[in-house]
């Protein structure tokens, strides 16, 4: 545990707030509540995942936070400024890695320099040690069908940190991936995470996942997506994957999925 | 300016939308085309075609089919050897036709098609016009054309534009359809503009579909130019066609078609390296 005074200090301070963020989509069938009043805050530094079923909302609120969407209701704030559009202090992992079929890897993770318009030699020393630090030195000219999966979703990390961000938003990065590449990721995201010191928001429907990554879950309903509850998993880190066969992991795990099993109902009878 | 991202339940299930869609979109057929792997296949390659030009030779030979009903292999390759720099002239002519109407039309249907797709309703509207003019014949306004612009190239050029430029843009209209709400979301998230999306993702998404539409318009084109040159005027293979079959001169109107075709296979094989190189990525 490398948390120092000063750390803790700084992860009081709030990066993102959001505020009773409320969406509404108008379909064809009629309108669908996707997110009602959803309110947390996210502290710097801080590693929060969001958790909840399938057709929660979850997707839709991390697309609001990046600035793709607009919610119907509320806002999102980071550092105390209201969020419209996508902000470069904001970088987001979409689900599959999302790399472009027709660039080979490099020139996928110089894709977000190109739009920027910074020269990609400017961060060339940046991008190799990224590289080397998720183990994909040597594979610049690889097309991403000829990379796995896990590889794909490094690419994608990599295309991501490459331009700095402050917040990292995660969309179920690894839900396509199998459980022991999933396992591999969730070591470094932890490892990179911990590294940089930035903040993360993660979007899973994966409870060991969450308890595994976060040091706040914050649980939704499904339909309309409400915030169930908030828990603070304060296992120590770095976590290790034997941490999620002990008693303590899994008493959380239990806690977590009795709270999304009841919250529907409750959430149903408010 | 349209928004890129429908306000739409963000959900990426297009991979399978992808998958299902077949016919000309699907390059497959002609990425993973002929490749001669082997001395033994290109052996085979050759002996079938000698089989065949030898066998028509014989068979002809023997049953002294007369050379105004078909000429044998022989004398279409001694006709084009001996009056090639007749033939030559005219072929620059129904190249040059080809060619212009094929920059005019390729490059208003794919602009069409960039510009139509971002705004479906004026898509709506527009698409019955496109639809009339792929489904119409272009030959069929080629004697209104030569009313107006007389006997030289202009109207052969306007009728090959015309054949190209709807089928360039009905397929690359296609491709920018497709474009992938998830890839479209990645730029965005990089603060990408519409002119960065439209550079950096949808051109490069649509790049097969725009391929596919080039090379079909072109062989439509060449069809048009050809026909255009039959209906009227003095020059250009189509006019060689009409002239030697005139004088029952079956030699040379076997070699000009001969030269038509190696045209079509050039087109194709040119469009099948470009293919290769621009959009090898989906198959």
């Given amino acids: 545990m490398g948390s120092s005074l000063a750390m803790q200090a700084a992860r009081q301070a709030v990066k993102l707030r959001v505020e009773d963020a409320t969406k509404h989509y108008h379909t064809r069938t009629g309108v669908v509540h996707a997110l009602e009043g959803v309110s947390f805050d996210v502290r710097e530094g801080e590693l929060v995942c969001v958790l909840g079923p399938s057709g929660c909302g979850k997707s839709t609120l991390l697309w609001a936070m990046s600035g793709l969407h607009q919610l119907t209701r509320g806002r999102i704030l980071l550092d105390g400024e209201a969020i419209t559009r996508p902000h470069p202090a904001i970088a987001m992992i979409f689900q599959d890695a999302n790399l472009l ?3 080979n890897l490099l020139r996928n993770i110089n894709l977000p320099f190109e739009i920027k318009g910074i020269p990609p030699a400017a961060r060339r020393d940046r991008v190799n040690a990224l590289l080397k630090r998720v183990g994909l030195a040597g594979f610049e000219t690889k097309y991403p069908r000829e990379l796995s999966g896990g590889m794909q979703q490094r690419a994608s990390i990599v295309r991501s940190l490459a331009v700095d961000p402050e917040v990292l938003l995660m969309d179920e990065p690894f839900g396509a ?39 706040r879950i914050v649980v939704l309903s499904p339909r309309p997506g409400r915030l169930a509850r908030i828990f603070e998993i304060d296992l120590p880190r770095p976590r290790t994957l034997e941490l999620t066969t002990q008693p303590h992991f899994i008493e959380t795990l239990v806690a977590i999925k009795a709270s999304i099993d009841h919250g529907g109902a409750r959430a149903a009878s408010d | 300016m349209p928004d890129d991202l429908a306000d739409n339940i963000p959900t990426f299930d297009t991979r399978s939308k992808q998958d299902a869609e077949i016919g000309l979109s699907n390059w497959s057929a002609l990425t993973s085309g002929p490749g001669v792997r082997t001395w033994l296949e290109a052996a085979a390659i ?11 030779e014989l068979l002809l030979r023997i049953f002294q089919v007369p050379q105004y ?40 249907g794919f602009l069409l098609a960039a510009v139509i797709t971002q705004f479906p309703f004026v898509e709506k509207v527009i698409t019955p016009y496109i639809l009339l003019l792929v489904t119409t014949p272009m030959l069929a306004l080629v004697p209104l054309l030569i009313l107006r612009f007389g006997f030289g190239m202009e109207p052969r050029i306007i009728a090959v534009s015309l054949a190209v430029g709807p089928m360039v843009m009905i397929n690359a209209a296609t491709g920018f359809r497709r474009a992938d709400l998830a890839k479209i979301a990645l730029a965005r998230s990089f603060g990408a503009n519409t002119i960065q999306i439209f550079m950096k993702i949808r051109i490069p998404m649509a790049m097969p579909m725009i391929i596919v539409g080039l090379m079909v318009g072109s062989i439509f084109g060449l069809l048009t130019a050809v026909g255009a040159e ?43 390296w470009i293919g290769k190189k621009w959009a090898s990525w989906e198959s």
């Fill in chain 2, 230 to 272: 039959m209906v009227g005027g003095a020059e250009g293979l189509g006019n060689r066609l009409a002239y030697y079959s005139s004088l029952i001169r079956m030699p040379q109107f076997f070699a000009v078609i001969l030269i038509l075709a190696l045209i079509g296979i050039s087109i194709y094989v040119l469009f099948y």
């Fill in chain 2, 46 to 56: 050759v002996l079938v075609a000698v089989v065949i030009i030898g066998g028509s």
């Fill in chain 1, 177 to 215: 991936l199998d459980a022991f590449t999933r396992d591999e990721m969730n070591l470094l995201i932890q490892e990179i995470w911990m590294e940089s010191g930035k903040t993360v928001v993660f979007i899973t429907h994966n409870i060991a996942e969450a308890i595994f990554l976060a040091d």
């Fill in chain 2, 69 to 108: 009903i078909l000429p044998t292999p022989s004398l279409i390759a001694w006709a084009l050897v001996h009056d090639f720099r007749f033939i030559f002239p005219h072929m620059v002519v129904t190249l040059t036709e080809l060619c212009s109407g094929f920059a005019i039309g390729a490059s208003a």
């Fill in chain 1, 101 to 103: 079929p027709w660039r």
